[in-house]
Every structure is written in C-alpha cells, then in structure tokens.
C-alpha cells in the first residue's frame, strides 16, 4: 500500500443521511487516511439502501487506488449528482475498500458517527 494510505475499521456506528432518508447504517465501515486529507468513511454495499443510487457515467482516476464509479442520489428531494464513489477493482494494496462506497458530505448529505 502507498505509505501515505492507511485502512483500518471505523469504530462504532456510522450513517449517511440525505433529504431526511437514512441512505446507510452500519457497524461495519471502513476508515480511509490518505496523507493530510480528512478521513473517508467507506460503507459496504449490504448496509447501503441502493434503490435511492443510480450509478453515472462519471468515472476518475486515483494512481493509488484505481479507477473509481460515481453514484448519484435520488430521492424526493431531488438529485445529488455523483454523490458516492466506488473502486469496484481497486488496485491491490487498497483491496480492501471493494465492495464499498464513500459519500461526499455537503449541505445535502450527511456521513456521521452516531
């Protein structure tokens, strides 16, 4: 793993929130720490209400962990565009982040430990 990326399990309970619909719950997050960036918290895909999702055609690049997919969130409230990520084959040494997807906080989404 690149030395400035380190991924261990987030403690306790973890939520995403969004136009007043929890999106996600779980016991089971994983904490991403990349150099001098905030933390990321990665929700695996079983713990995720999928049906509020649509993935898009937005894809990035990260020389450490891969290519990455985007997902927007629609609900109600509307749609927030490319809300969530995912590396669906992260390069080896962020292995363990498959089957995840890490949301963007704003005004509109909430990523909290409760």
């Not at 809300?83 to 704003?106: C, M, R």
């Amino acid at each position: 793993m690149a030395d400035h990326i380190k991924i261990r399990k987030a403690e306790g309970t973890w939520v995403v929130r969004s136009g007043g619909a929890v999106l996600a719950e779980t016991n089971n997050a994983l904490e991403l720490s990349e150099g001098d960036y905030a933390s990321v918290y990665y929700f695996p895909r079983e713990d995720i209400a999928m049906a509020f999702l649509d993935r898009t055609d937005k894809t990035t690049n990260c020389p450490w962990k891969g290519d990455a997919n985007y997902f927007s969130i629609v609900s109600q409230s509307g749609t927030i565009e490319n809300a969530a990520w995912t590396y669906e084959n992260p390069n080896d040494d962020v292995a363990d982040i498959k089957g995840y997807l890490a949301f963007y906080s704003s005004d509109d989404v909430t990523v909290e430990r409760v």
